[in-house]
């Protein structure tokens, strides 16, 4: 089959190269859970954990493909035997979120798949890090797998995305609605799947009188800041929202806030842009609701407290430090900002029970993954609701 991409300028190879590309169109599937591709893995942690140690997206991704790791995520999969890669995976990843595009090719990879990974436009050291590893893993001991990764720029040009999802038998495509909307407009193949992770936001429960109880706070407040700041509230993943409750709201508040605020103080720097965008949000939920500006130090965090949470509430979400705060008296009450849209629910002081109970008394239709404070950057091979590793493979019948 002839790609004929070498005609787009734009278009640049990091890993691979259309030789690459053609030869996938002939390179059969693997089983999930390979030995060579974990192999592949286990290596590439250990070349990025010895030189990305500045980056600690890039050391999270690199801990996460350890052998024993990928062992663990293995042993909750019963069927695998069954299984083949569905072939050709045309991954689409957000320009901002470094690291996501490592974990949605090792997705692809374990699966069992030859992988296109669109990477993010951005220039972004950790980029060039993990694709360098990858690189030198490609040239050396894993050769084999040369045909099985790809990853390559281009800017937003329908043409070469049409030839990516007329080839692909699996297109991922993160980075939201907007994005989801241009990749629709190249069609797929009759029997391709497509897995889309649209616009999603994520809240945050605190009980505050749990939180007074805690030893640990500074250890509380790097995990707040590892869920917000360290993405500038750009990943879905991030609260927006923060729902307090207990008896003693106020008082943890002032504690909380004022932990957070050193630490955002010595490790984050907000841009004047920045500024005026959070300014422009505050003015536009202040000339619709009735909110409450929270007095701060300066403009590194933005508080909105509101006096009750409703489905539309999170269209006025915004980044950069800006949340919006809630006093509730009973978990039931966040159910209205539990839509569709809400992706991840963190949490302090609330115990599984509690809230293995409001999932199980509310049925929420949204909220796919309720994690720890500082753990809401953990990736899964379960992610906004897919199984992916299922969801990139095809069972085999044999009767």
């Known amino acids: 089959m002839l790609l004929s991409l070498d005609k787009y300028k734009e278009l640049s190879f990091i890993v691979g190269n259309e030789n690459i590309i053609i030869q996938m169109l002939e390179t059969a599937p693997l089983p999930p859970f390979s030995d060579q591709i974990i192999s592949f893995l286990n290596d590439l942690s250990k070349r990025i954990m010895g030189s990305g140690k500045e980056y600690s997206d890039v050391m999270t991704f690199g801990f996460w493909c350890r052998r024993s790791a990928i062992l663990q995520e293995k042993s909750q999969y019963r069927d695998i035997s069954k299984r083949l890669g569905r072939g050709i995976v045309f991954h689409s990843t957000p320009s901002n979120v470094p690291v996501n595009f490592a974990f949605s090719l090792a997705a692809g990879l374990l699966a069992g798949n030859t992988n296109i990974v669109r990477l993010p436009a951005k220039e972004f050291a950790q980029v060039e890090i993990i694709c360098g590893a990858i690189n030198e893993l490609l040239e050396d001991n894993h050769r084999k797998l040369a045909p099985y990764i790809c990853m390559l720029k281009y800017p937003p040009i329908v043409e070469i995305t049409d030839i990516f999802s007329s080839i692909c038998d699996s297109r991922v495509v993160w980075g939201g609605d907007g994005t989801i909307e241009e990749m629709r407009q190249s069609p797929l193949k009759a029997r391709a799947n497509e897995i889309t992770f649209a616009d999603r936001h994520s809240i945050a429960v605190i009980n505050a009188d749990e939180y007074l109880k ?43 806030w004022h932990s957070i605020y050193l630490l955002v103080k010595d490790k984050y720097t907000l841009a004047p842009v920045q500024s005026v965008g959070k300014l422009h949000a505050l003015y536009k939920i202040a000339s619709q609701r009735n909110v409450n500006l929270e007095k701060g130090e300066d403009q590194l965090i933005t508080r909105i407290s509101v006096e009750q949470l409703d489905e539309d509430l999170m269209n006025f979400k915004y980044n950069s430090g800006f949340f919006l705060e809630y006093d509730a008296m009973a978990l039931s009450e966040i159910l209205p900002v539990c839509d569709e849209r809400c992706q991840t629910l963190t949490y302090y002081g609330l115990s599984k029970e509690e809230l293995e109970k409001f999932f199980i008394d509310y049925r929420p239709h949204g909220v796919d993954r309720a994690v720890p404070m500082g753990k809401s950057m953990d990736f899964n091979l379960v992610w906004d609701g897919y199984d992916l590793i299922r969801s990139l493979s095809r069972v085999i019948s044999i009767t």
């Open 214 to 256: 805690a030893n640990n706070k500074d250890r509380i407040a790097q995990d707040f800041y590892n869920d917000t700041y360290f993405s500038d509230q750009n990943a879905c993943t991030a609260p927006r929202l923060i729902i307090w409750i207990g008896d003693k709201n106020d008082e943890a508040k002032s504690e909380f």
